[in-house]
């Protein structure tokens, strides 16, 4: 069973809006919670990543909210644009020591800006 | 700095043959990665390795072998291709927390 939920499955926005992204996790012993993003055909490459200890994080149009006690996070771009348009999964992993980098990963949103 | 590379890009194999996809890195990091990519199931990780001559399993390793000869090298290796393993497949580095992905193999078992 996926030990990382995301939702949703696709989100279609117009370009200047705003994408937000979900993910639920169970297992309190995670400690690291990145987002990666996907262009078809190739890789998926780390956006932006979150700890624990704190409850947002901001880069440039992408921020992440963290919430411990609901075991949730979530992926909001602003300002969406149509070079946006990819595939974003959410990920979490227990302390490097624990997990060595071992990442469960979401199923995974396919995001579409429209012009 | 190629970063991460895979060999080969596209692969169709029939049921029962074998194959081995080829992973590189130049980025000198200790901590190699398999995963494959199934539509609707993210990514699941295969086999890792934390250094030279280490391997381990991870979520669905049934099916796959890995060796690390080499600390720029990962190799996964099918015996017996099945057409549940027909899949796209990532190879990632990472000195830390960070992966670093490749473009993928996408293998199609007839």
């Known amino acids: 069973q996926q030990q990382v939920k995301q939702s949703p499955q696709s989100l279609i926005v117009q370009k200047g809006g705003i994408s937000i992204i979900n993910c639920a996790y169970e297992?309190?012993?995670?400690?690291?919670f990145p987002w990666y993003q996907q262009f078809p055909g190739k890789g998926p490459a780390l956006l932006i990543a979150?700890?624990?200890?704190?409850s947002e994080k901001k880069e440039g149009r992408f921020t992440i909210s963290f919430n411990k006690s609901a075991k949730q996070f979530s992926l909001h771009i602003m300002d969406s644009q149509p070079g946006d348009s990819a595939t974003y999964f959410c990920a979490a992993s227990r302390s490097f020591t624990d997990s060595w980098g071992k990442l469960q990963f979401g199923a995974g949103t396919q995001v579409v800006v429209t012009p | 700095n190629a970063g991460v590379t895979q060999t080969p890009k596209f692969r169709v194999l029939k049921t029962g043959q074998s194959m081995t996809l080829l992973c590189a890195q130049d980025m000198n990091h200790e901590y190699m990665y398999w995963y494959r990519q199934d539509p609707g199931m993210g990514l699941r990780l295969i086999h890792y390795s934390v250094g030279e001559g280490t391997t381990a399993k991870g979520e669905v390793p049934d099916g796959y072998n890995v060796s690390r000869l080499k600390k720029q090298n990962f190799l996964l290796g099918l015996e017996s291709a099945a057409p549940s393993q027909t899949s796209v497949y990532f190879c990632?580095?990472?000195?830390?927390?960070?992966?670093?992905f490749g473009p993928g193999t996408r293998l199609t078992v007839t």
């Open positions: 990632a580095s990472s000195f830390r927390y960070e992966q670093y």
């Open positions: 979150i700890r624990p200890d704190v």
């Open positions: 297992n309190t012993a995670f400690d690291y």
